[in-house]
């Protein structure tokens, strides 16, 4: 196969080769048509020994070629084989199929890079996406636990821009039932507190933390002791109101230090106020459908579980869409059940257009997930899709001890503080660095150490390092190397990268070509972790690099006696500065120029 220029990433571009083998094989041997070749994919191989990338080729499509994998795989590697861009194809196993590129490949790819800059990666044309990530109830500030589900989120809402989504970050507010009840309850105290009363000990079941004085404050400004003379029923809207809005006002304060902000902020309350109840409507929708009706639910085998009531009610057929019983909509009280206002709310998303729901919820939420997506189901015919992503809880220490709490919130650390110890950078980095489901140990003195051992320093400092050798290089040898990003890109592609030769070179060139893979394999997932995981490894190569010119000099990145393969080597690490600033800008972590 003749060699031919293209305008795909690496993978991307191997991949189509792949495909178009498989299609003429298709065509040579009679396959039956419509056989669906996105199933066949090009990976890096789990054992570096094995070859550059390997492909499955044979081992998805044997069924419909009628043959065993082994020899499919055969017959699409000898075809492979007189691709110019491939040096050597093996085929392995039960069918699986290695390729190695010739070395040039990886110098095309690393022009890539320079030709695409911040775009080096970038997909297009996807579908819109909600993202709903935080939705803390309103009761007071952000804790170091909100604190990972909001880094999450973000850094999911930005990796699926960068894969081409449109996408929209929503916080849900839960606005509504007994617990903004309990919070103007106590704000309430805080604002006969303000009055000059003296309150005492705050009772069991309010909230003790001091945060609530400032809401007590500017009560008893706005309305003098006037609140004190009305009943609970004719105040408690009043202050109810007046807390949330103060509330959710520090929130997004809060997750501004972090350099979040949402798209909608969506109350809970305005499904049921304003003369239109959207619950009702929703409950009317499913009733249409067959999906809900009247009947008594078996006692919960186990534990308690809180919403079961041994009384006829009515129920939502969850069983029908995948959960592993039925579910109810009213309570006793004919009040609403918090289920039956999460459907009418991802509802509301889907009639707004978003058939791709994410949902990121706490640790403590993952027996409600099965329900919720059996509500999706049925409110959607099937058309929307809910993925939920549970972030598991942070253990926060300092040098390996537990962090006691906080006065000022009265039983936790709260965000703000972990930010304002240890930067934004640091905690988006390192809430990122573990997978959203593991457990993560936050350790406050760790995270700021200036070591290899400290992921989002050692990151940075690759960043940094790169702008390092770029001022050396025109101190020393170009000192018509531009100091603007676009220029320098621009005046760097015309370097001669086949000079890049040496295996850690060629090793670093690998990672680069990497990356989009990487980027669409981590959106498709929802895993941002995998972006932080990438830049560390990338980084390590980095720095190894470096490292290894101190020994050897002729690994150097500047040659003082050779401008060709010094201006190939400086292109090279631009590769590298400008992956790692898109990287950590999927994360929302700075990208320094230098570190002191």
Known sequence: MADTS??????????A?????????????????????????????????????????????????????????EKIADKLRSDALIAKVDVAGPGFINLTLRPSAWAEALGTVLREGPDYGKLTGRSKVNVEYVSANPTGPMHVGHCRGAVFG???????????????????????????????????LRYREALGEDIGAIPEGLYPGD??????????????????????????????????????????DDLAALNIRHDVFFSERSLIEGGNNKVAETIAFLQDKGDIYEGRLPPPKGAPVEDWEDREQLLFRATAYGDDVDRPLIKS?????????????????????????????GADHGGYIKRMQAAVKATTSAKAALDVKIVQLVKLLRNGEPVKMSKRSGDFVTLREVVDEVGKDAVRFMMLYRKNDAVLDFDLAKVIEQSRDNPVFYV?????????????????????????????????????????SDPAELDLLKRLAIYPRTLEAAAAA???????????????????????????????????????????????????VSVLASGLAILGVHAPDEMR
């Open 6 to 15: 293209s305008s795909l990433h690496l993978f991307a571009d191997v991949l």
């Open 17 to 73: 080769r792949v495909h178009a083998v498989c299609r003429v094989l298709a065509a040579e041997s009679g396959w039956p048509e419509g056989i669906d070749f996105a199933r066949v994919v090009v990976e890096p191989p789990r054992d570096a020994t094995h070859g550059d990338m390997a492909t499955n080729a044979a081992m998805v499509l044997a069924k419909e070629a009628k043959a065993k994998p082994r020899d499919l795989a």
């Open 154 to 188: 973000d850094a999911l809402a930005s990796l699926l821009q960068f894969a081409g989504h449109d996408v929209t970050r929503e916080y849900y507010i839960n606005d509504a039932g007994a617990q903004v009840d309990v919070l103007a309850r106590s704000a309430f």
């Open 211 to 252: 945060y609530l004085k400032p809401v007590g404050a500017a009560l008893a400004k706005e309305h003098g002791d006037k609140l004190r003379t009305m009943s609970e029923a004719q105040w408690l809207p009043t202050v109810r109101a007046k807390a949330i809005a103060m509330m959710m006002d520090e929130i997004k």
């Open 333 to 361: 009280d004919n009040s609403y059940t918090y289920f039956a206002s999460d459907i009418a709310y991802h509802k509301n998303k889907f009639d707004r257009g978003f058939a791709d729901l994410i949902d990121v919820w």
């Open 460 to 500: 940075q400092y690759g960043h940094a390092r790169g702008h390092s050798i770029f001022r050396n290089a025109r101190a020393e040898v170009f000192a018509e190397l531009p100091e603007e990003a676009g220029a320098r890109i621009a005046w760097l592609r015309e370097s001669a990268l086949e000079r890049l």
């Open 526 to 576: 929802h895993e941002p972790h995998r972006i932080a995981f990438y830049l560390y490894d990338l980084a390590s190569e980095f720095h190894a690099l470096w490292t290894k010119g101190r020994d050897q000099p002729h690994l150097r990145f500047i040659i003082n006696n050779d401008a060709e393969l010094t201006k190939a080597r400086l292109a090279m690490v631009q590769g590298v």
